[in-house]
C-alpha cells in the first residue's frame, strides 16, 4: 500500500532553516508528481509547493518564494523541502502528498514545523 513518511520538523528560530523530507514507498514514485501542503494552527489547508516526476518543473505558493526549495531524488523515492528564512507564520504542520491523475490521492502523516523565537 501507498505510505509517505515525512520526517525533519522541528523547532527553528525566524530566518533558521529546516529541510523536511518524505519517504514514499508502495507505488512507482518516479511516474507521479508530488506535493507539500500545510496547516497552520486554527487555519485550512494550504498548497505549499509540487514537483513534477522527474523533478525538472516546480511550482510555489507566493508567500514561500525564494525561500523554500522543492526537490526530489527519485532514486530513493524521497521528496524534500528546503526551507530558509522561516518565519513564525510558516508554522504549521507539513504533509507530503502523491497526486495521483484526479489530484492528491495520498497524505503523509504530517511533521510539525514551530518557527518561534
Known amino acids: 500500500q501507498v505510505q509517505l513518511v515525512e520526517s525533519g520538523g522541528g523547532l527553528v528560530q525566524p530566518g533558521g532553516s529546516l529541510k523536511l523530507s518524505c519517504a514514499a514507498s508502495g507505488f512507482t514514485f518516479s511516474s507521479y508528481a508530488m506535493s507539500w501542503i500545510r496547516q497552520a494552527p486554527g487555519k485550512g489547508l494550504e498548497w505549499v509547493s509540487d514537483?513534477?516526476?522527474?523533478?525538472?518543473?516546480?511550482y510555489y505558493t507566493d508567500s514561500v518564494k525564494g525561500r523554500f526549495t522543492i526537490s526530489r531524488d527519485n532514486a530513493k523515492n524521497t521528496v524534500y523541502l528546503q526551507m530558509n528564512s522561516l518565519k513564525p507564520e510558516d508554522t504549521a504542520v507539513y504533509y507530503c502528498a502523491k497526486e495521483g491523475p484526479s489530484g492528491t490521492d495520498y497524505w503523509g502523516q504530517g511533521t510539525q514545523v514551530t518557527v518561534s523565537s
Open positions: 514537483i513534477n516526476s522527474g523533478g525538472g518543473s516546480t
